[in-house]
Nanobody, 119 residues
């Protein structure tokens, strides 16, 4: 059974940086980071293919970097120049079945880690 566990969330001031990790038990095919705030739909932040190709939402492009270490079984999200609007619960996902890797079309999700950015 595929299991995902996020870590690294916390509180940071605007302009700061934070690095998230997602420990993966299972194959690392297409994987992604999503975020969600109460009352809004879960949105894709970035996704990475088996070969390492990356896609980002325009709101984070140039500030966030998604990467993975297949040997360690870890998915990363490096976040810099954080903005207040980046505040959300962040989730990693795998088991993609859709047509757009930034849509929440995944079979397996972690429990989430909270990121709070303050002024």
């Amino acid at each position: 059974q595929v299991q995902l566990r996020e870590s690294g969330g916390g509180s940071v001031q605007a302009g700061g940086s934070l690095n998230l990790s997602c420990a993966v038990s299972g194959p690392m095919y297409v994987m992604a980071w999503f975020r969600e705030v109460p009352g809004k739909a879960r949105e894709g932040v970035g996704c990475i293919s088996r070969t390492g190709a990356r896609r980002y939402d325009t709101s984070v492009e140039g500030r966030f970097t998604i990467s993975k270490d297949k040997e360690k079984g870890i998915l990363y999200l490096e976040m810099s120049s954080l903005k207040i609007e980046d505040t959300a619960m962040y989730y990693c996902a795998t088991g993609w079945y859709g047509s757009n890797c930034l849509l929440p079309q995944y079979n397996h999700w972690g429990q989430g880690t909270q990121v709070t950015v303050s002024s």
